[in-house]
């Protein structure tokens, strides 16, 4: 009786060991994606600064005018809108060049904490989990393919 209850608990048990592992196993993030998100957010970073040094800038900044790490590669576009209406600063956004972009899109929430600026283009607004979804500035709301990845900012000191 003792060998039954021995092999039928250590059977139970590598079931939840087997079923634990595989639920860590599909909640790590790929390494491309966690390198896609890191990349976005030292891109972001760069536009931002720029955006905080001529703050009446409107359009896209060219990747050479960035303060950029050597090793940077950007897949990303980006575009800056002067706040305007006496309210100093900037809204930055960057977004990928293409929708597969939107596949590290869970670690890029991650980074922004939860933000609603950081999420998914979708018919011109940004979505993202829990959020209620942002509008995008009308220069990009139909330029920006639904899927691709978008962060935004406000730059003001």
Do not use: H
Not at 52 to 66: D, I
Not at 83 to 96: C, E, M, P, W
Not at 122 to 131: A, E, I, L, R
Request: no cysteine.
């Amino acid at each position: 009786m003792y060998v039954i209850w021995t092999i039928v608990i250590l059977g139970m048990l590598t079931g939840a060991y087997a079923l634990f592992d595989s639920e860590a196993m599909l909640s790590t993030p790929s390494a491309i994606n966690v390198n896609l998100a890191d990349s976005m957010s030292v891109y972001r970073q760069a536009v931002v600064s720029y955006a905080l040094g001529k703050p009446t800038f409107q359009g896209r900044v060219a990747a050479s005018a960035l303060s950029l790490p050597d090793a940077q590669t950007a897949p990303w576009q980006n575009y800056v809108v002067p706040n305007g209406g006496g309210v100093t600063g900037s809204l930055v956004v960057v977004y990928g060049v293409s929708p597969s972009s939107g596949a590290a899109a869970s670690q890029v929430e991650q980074l922004a904490q939860g933000s609603a600026f950081a999420g998914v283009a979708f018919g011109g607004y940004v979505q993202s989990p829990g959020n209620s979804p942002v509008p995008m500035p009308p220069q990009l709301a139909s330029s920006v393919p639904d899927g691709t990845l978008v962060w935004m900012a406000q730059a003001y000191e």
